[in-house]
């Protein structure tokens, strides 16, 4: 088991950057995949990006990619995920997950650990 606890979300201006952060306690942070997905209100949760456990492989929702880059540190059991370029469609509650020896999924069944969320919202 892993505990997540997310952090670095807030309100910014449409084309501004925001660094997420989701610290990691527990055993074997190293043999995780990590996740991150987002929740708008009234909608589904859906996928963001996601990293294996050596931080080789990431893959992006189509919405994100070029302008959000995910990334780890095992050292330090945090995992990251800047964003830039943000667009009020990226307003959400973004979650941390992980996915012991997982190979990185974008499905949000295949996570086990959650975090509690971070609020991202983004204005025009």
């Known amino acids: 088991q892993v505990q997540l606890v997310e952090s670095g979300g807030g309100m910014v201006q449409a084309g501004g950057s925001l660094r997420l952060s989701c610290a990691a306690s527990?055993?074997?942070?190293?043999?995780?995949?990590m996740g991150w997905f987002r929740q708008a209100p009234g909608k589904e949760r859906e996928f963001v990006a996601a990293?294996?456990?050596?931080?080789?492989?990431?893959d992006y929702a189509d919405s994100v990619k070029g302008r959000f880059t995910i990334s780890r540190d095992n050292a330090k059991n945090t995992v990251f995920l800047q964003m830039n370029s943000l667009k009020p469609e990226d307003t959400a509650l973004y979650y941390c997950a992980a996915d012991r020896y997982g190979p990185g999924s974008v499905r949000s069944s295949a996570y086990e650990n959650w975090g509690q969320g971070t609020q991202v919202t983004v204005s025009s």
């Open positions: 527990g055993s074997a942070f190293s043999s995780y995949a």
């Open positions: 990293i294996r456990w050596s931080g080789s492989y990431t």
